[in-house]
């Protein structure tokens, strides 16, 4: 699609140009109700007034171009409730079936001011035919649409030895990834454990070979197909000394093993740690019981600090994450919690390294340049038409 440069695109033809093709424009015509969108404040805050770099760790694409028609019974779990969890954010016609590369472009880009998005690729595939629930290919697809908005993170599967090894090297040499997502909680394989120096350690290993540092793991929120033994995170104890050039990203800040979490970052004080945790989900299931979502971020800002903790929302599942980064922005620990448990009051300054910060310096983005690249973009430009 060609547009002058100062003409501003409909959401139709955003759409259109990004996910190109018409298929993609089915459930377009108005924006979709957020039945989990919370109550915030209508006047903004000075934070919210500045051209903020956001950048969102963990965003998905759940049903692929091909579809899941050779999906086993166990993967289906993983879908309905998926397709539970996105009818709390659209109503009850919304379906996961819905949670194509458009509702990403839409959902993820044009209805909120994230900036960049981490794609997550999701491997499983002993679940969906042999192939990633979302592929590679498919991955690589949506981020060449916007490279400038989109950063891939692959996936693999260890517990398959050395074909997980030459795919991991594949997806570094073909897809340009550098940074992965894995799941050890896994039903098919029966999991396996970030120091397992059979299965887990060679896979570092081939990371730190190729340059692969950020290193993404489903840790917490133990559900459907994952085993909660393996999402409790104490088994990356030993990974994070004995490859401290990795960064090792738990994701859902394992949540609820938080004080088991906590504490492996407090055995790390006086040193350089590359343990880091994102936000991923935890407002969505927190915002709405502020005395458990104060104790998890005060636990993550005095052990972990702020350098530490990565913006995610888990998007589209969630619906838009703007309603959350609206939410955080504004968001203030209860000071009753402050003053009892000596947790840090979250600052702006915090609040700027979280939404965006963290990922930023991870990724080594110059984020000057990169405001500037995305300011007139075509996503720039369609957030404009609210529809």
Known sequence: MMTDKGKKPTRRQFLKHSA????????????????????????PTALEQEKLFIADSQTHIFWRREGHATTSERGWWFLNQLDTFYKGAAGP????????????????L?????????????????????????????????????????????????????????????????????????YPGDYN????????????YPLWEKCRQLGVKYIAVHKGLPFSIFNAK?????????????????????????YPFLDELTMMSFRLTGRKSNLYVDLGGLFVILMQAPHELGHTMGKLLKYLGSDHIIWGSDAPITGSPQPFIDFFLKYRIPDELVEKYGYPQITDEDKRKIIGGNIARLFNIDVEAKMKKIASDIVSRSREIRV
Request: with cysteine; charged share 30%; hydrophobic share 40%.
């Open 110 to 182: 044009r209805q909120s001011n994230t900036s960049v998005a981490l794609l997550n690729c999701l491997a499983l595939k002993g679940f969906y035919g042999g192939k990633h629930m979302l592929t590679p290919a498919e991955a690589a697809e949506v981020r060449d649409m916007m490279p400038e908005r989109i950063i891939m993170l692959g996936s693999v599967d260890p517990a398959e030895g050395k074909a997980a090894l030459d795919d991991l090297e594949r997806q570094v040499k073909q897809y340009k990834i550098n940074g992965i997502k894995l």
């Open 93 to 108: 016609e919304g379906s996961v079936k819905d949670l194509t590369k458009a509702k990403f472009l839409d959902l993820v």
């Open 230 to 254: 393996y999402c409790h995170p104490e088994d990356f104890d030993k990974p994070l000394d004995d490859f401290p050039d990795l960064n090792f990203v738990l994701y859902h800040s394992a």
């Open 20 to 43: 190109a093709g018409a298929a993609i424009t089915l459930s377009i015509e108005k924006d979709p109700p957020s039945a989990s969108e919370p109550a915030i404040e209508s006047e």
């Open 189 to 200: 394989r029966g999991g396996w454990y970030g120091d397992d120096e059979k299965i887990a």
